[in-house]
């Protein structure tokens, strides 16, 4: 429904937080245990690393919870839910072609190591709005530009599942991402 005013519509909400950098030295040593970073678990298994790293799950329910509390003023309590988890690439010359999650409603990335900031890896996500440049004068371009920032340790990003994003490639020696999907059942 339209009110009087301005009104908001097709929000896509993109909520930038943070973890201790304990919790990053515990995760990345969770991490090392329970997988192998030369062939990450998103390459060879379908197991989420929610189940073996009892931190990441729970660090997961907090960012979403503090999520959906600040973007919706809903309790993320109120929904059954479940997670699904991996590493991503963590060796250097690696990047990520656009995709978004298709299935998942929200997306949440943690970057447990990514101390390396002159060696790319920029995160790059796209307005969902296809096509809804056009007819635009130049002068509004800054309205459908990609929102990009370069991740550091300790940031997560959680976001609809529907956005396309991408990371550019980075040159780091090591860098540690975990990925948590959140997926609301009826």
Request: some cysteine; charged content about 20%; aromatic content about 16%.
């Amino acid at each position: 429904m339209l009110k009087s005013g301005l009104n908001n519509c097709w929000t896509t909400p993109i909520y930038k937080t943070s973890i201790s950098d304990e919790q990053c030295q515990e995760l990345i040593q969770q991490v090392m245990i329970y997988q192998n970073i030369d062939k990450p678990q998103s390459d060879f298994d379908s197991t989420s690393l929610t189940d073996s790293i009892p931190l990441l799950k729970e660090l997961a329910y907090e960012k979403y919870k503090e999520f959906f509390s600040v973007t919706f003023d809903y309790d993320i309590d109120q929904f059954k839910f479940k997670f699904k988890s991996w590493l991503t690439g963590s060796k250097g010359n690696y990047y990520m072609d656009l995709h978004n999650h298709s299935g998942s409603p929200w997306v949440a990335v943690f970057y447990v190591l990514a101390e390396e900031t002159n060696k790319g890896g920029d995160f790059v996500a796209y307005d969902p709005r296809v096509n809804a440049n056009r007819g635009f004068h130049s002068k509004f371009k800054h309205m459908f530009e990609p929102i990009e920032f370069l991740p550091q340790t300790g940031d997560v990003i959680i976001m609809p599942g529907f956005v396309y994003h991408a990371v550019r490639n980075y040159t780091s020696s090591l860098r540690l991402a975990l990925p948590v999907d959140l997926f609301i059942e009826d």
